[in-house]
């Protein structure tokens, strides 16, 4: 069924009604204006407004219609996240009193190091790109998700760290010196960190996020979260399987509400530019003249020629091959400490299972790729 919106006016022209609206709503929609930014840029794209419809390709008709599956508002986040970190914080206590990586082989130490430890710069390196999302981002409940999910990735990348320096006990801050180093020069992480930084640099905030969680983020994290886990109980770890439990369960989140959103977007039905700028508020728009600069004109920017299911779909095609690739390149490392995982097995299954049907639940891929 195509996506139809509540009503023909944006939301942030309806007015307020205290019986259908809850606490969620209250703190989320229209929160953000799209004219007559209080503020300008001083840096990159001057003539740009703060909250500018060009800082993506998409168009949306209502951007304030999306709406977190679970409903996140800062109280209900803090509180949520809350307990996790008492979770982690619990399993790590144990594993300390009970001496659990006493009962572990030093191969498997050794390896779970050079796994876990690097990829806490996977991690943070897309909480830093997450920011930039919320900060271009087209309306507070898509900037909203972006925040927290940020959030997540820079908890689970310390809690990586931490974990690190579980294992290692008195050792200390070597093992993560050894992990970044590992990051930045271990061939079997090439790939990956490559991916990661074409990530950094992507100026379209819509297609930082097809990068970060349509595309890489189902193959890795349900390898490090997920499957790696009865690999650690083989070998008598039961931390790393205890913490990945609390750590999917932000991924599932992050893949619901990423999910969510480009199916409302792969549905909108706005195809003129004009109309998406008219519904935004530009029709009677006198321009901007503060501070002796001018604004340029959103209105004059040439229409797009494709769908937003076309551009997404375009994106998923140039973002999905490299994500696969960058995964398969730690193959080397599985193989240097005789681990017997495969990731071409792992990624090839994702994809046929996980991937390729949710990219067609959303309208996105129309058929699986030959």
Same mark, same amino acid.
């Given at each position: 069924?195509?996506?139809?919106?509540?009503?023909?006016?944006?939301?942030?022209?309806?007015?307020?009604?205290?019986?259908?609206?809850?606490?969620?709503?209250?703190?989320?929609?229209?929160?953000?204006?799209?004219?007559?930014?209080?503020?300008?840029?001083?840096?990159?794209?001057?003539?740009?407004?703060?909250?500018?419809?060009?800082?993506?390709?998409?168009?949306?008709?209502?951007?304030?219609?999306?709406?977190?599956?679970?409903?996140?508002?800062?109280?209900?986040?803090?509180?949520?996240?809350?307990?996790?970190?008492?979770?982690?914080?619990?399993?790590?206590?144990?594993?300390?009193?009970?001496?659990?990586?006493?009962?572990?082989?030093?191969?498997?130490?050794?390896?779970?190091?050079?796994?876990?430890?690097?990829?806490?710069?996977?991690?943070?390196?897309?909480?830093?790109?997450?920011?930039?999302?919320?900060?271009?981002?087209?309306?507070?409940?898509?900037?909203?998700?972006?925040?927290?999910? /940020?959030?997540?990735? $820079?908890?689970?990348? #310390? *809690?990586?760290?931490?974990?690190?320096?579980? %294992?290692?006990? &008195?050792?200390? !801050?070597?093992?993560?010196?050894?992990?970044?180093?590992?990051?930045?020069?271990?061939?079997?992480?090439?790939?990956?960190?490559?991916?990661?930084?074409?990530?950094?640099?992507?100026?379209?905030?819509?297609?930082?996020?097809?990068?970060?969680?349509?595309?890489?983020?189902?193959?890795?994290?349900?390898?490090?979260?997920?499957?790696?886990?009865?690999?650690?109980?083989?070998?008598?770890?039961?931390?790393?399987?205890?913490?990945?439990?609390?750590? /999917?369960?932000?991924? $599932?989140?992050?893949? #619901? *509400?990423?999910?969510?959103?480009?199916?409302? %977007?792969?549905? &909108?039905?706005? !195809?003129?530019?004009?109309?998406?700028?008219?519904?935004?508020?530009?029709?009677?728009?006198?321009?901007?003249?503060?501070?002796?600069?001018?604004?340029?004109?959103?209105?004059?920017?040439?229409?797009?020629?494709?769908?937003?299911?076309?551009?997404?779909?375009?994106?998923?095609?140039?973002?999905?091959?490299?994500?696969?690739?960058?995964?398969?390149?730690?193959?080397?490392?599985?193989?240097?400490?005789?681990?017997?995982?495969?990731?071409?097995?792992?990624?090839?299954?994702?994809?046929?299972?996980?991937?390729?049907?949710?990219?067609?639940?959303?309208?996105?891929?129309?058929?699986?790729?030959?």
């Amino acid at each position: 069924m195509a996506f139809q919106p509540k009503t023909l006016e944006p939301v942030r022209k309806q007015p307020w009604d205290w019986l259908t609206k809850n606490e969620y709503e209250e703190v989320t929609v229209r929160e953000q204006s799209y004219l007559h930014g209080q503020y300008r840029f001083k840096y990159g794209k001057t003539d740009y407004d703060i909250y500018d419809p060009r800082f993506t390709r998409i168009r949306v008709k209502d951007w304030d219609a999306f709406r977190d599956p679970k409903r996140y508002w800062y109280e209900t986040y803090t509180l949520s996240r809350k307990k996790m970190a008492e979770d982690v914080e619990g399993v790590f206590d144990r594993a300390q009193k009970l001496g659990i990586y006493s009962w572990v082989s030093d191969s498997w130490k050794e390896f779970a190091c050079d796994f876990y430890t690097p990829l806490r710069h996977y991690e943070y390196a897309g909480a830093v790109q997450l920011q930039y999302v919320v900060r271009y981002a087209m309306g507070c409940p898509i900037e909203q998700s972006a925040t927290y999910t /940020a959030f997540d990735k $820079q908890g689970r990348a #310390q *809690w990586l760290s931490t974990w690190a320096l579980e %294992v290692v006990g &008195d050792e200390g !801050l070597p093992v993560l010196e050894r992990g970044r180093e590992l990051w930045v020069h271990d061939r079997a992480y090439n790939g990956l960190r490559r991916y990661m930084e074409h990530v950094l640099v992507t100026e379209d905030w819509a297609e930082a996020l097809v990068a970060l969680h349509l595309t890489l983020g189902p193959l890795i994290d349900r390898i490090l979260y997920q499957e790696m886990n009865e690999m650690a109980l083989a070998h008598h770890d039961t931390v790393i399987p205890e913490l990945a439990l609390v750590c /999917a369960e932000q991924v $599932q989140w992050q893949e #619901q *509400w990423t999910e969510s959103l480009f199916k409302m %977007v792969a549905e &909108d039905p706005t !195809l003129s530019r004009w109309e998406y700028l008219k519904a935004l508020g530009y029709e009677n728009w006198p321009g901007d003249y503060r501070w002796g600069k001018t604004l340029s004109d959103p209105r004059l920017t040439p229409e797009e020629e494709k769908t937003n299911r076309e551009i997404v779909e375009s994106w998923v095609q140039h973002w999905l091959p490299r994500a696969a690739e960058a995964v398969k390149s730690l193959q080397a490392l599985m193989d240097r400490h005789g681990i017997p995982f495969s990731l071409e097995q792992s990624v090839d299954r994702n994809l046929q299972e996980n991937i390729y049907p949710k990219l067609q639940r959303m309208g996105i891929l129309a058929q699986e790729p030959a």
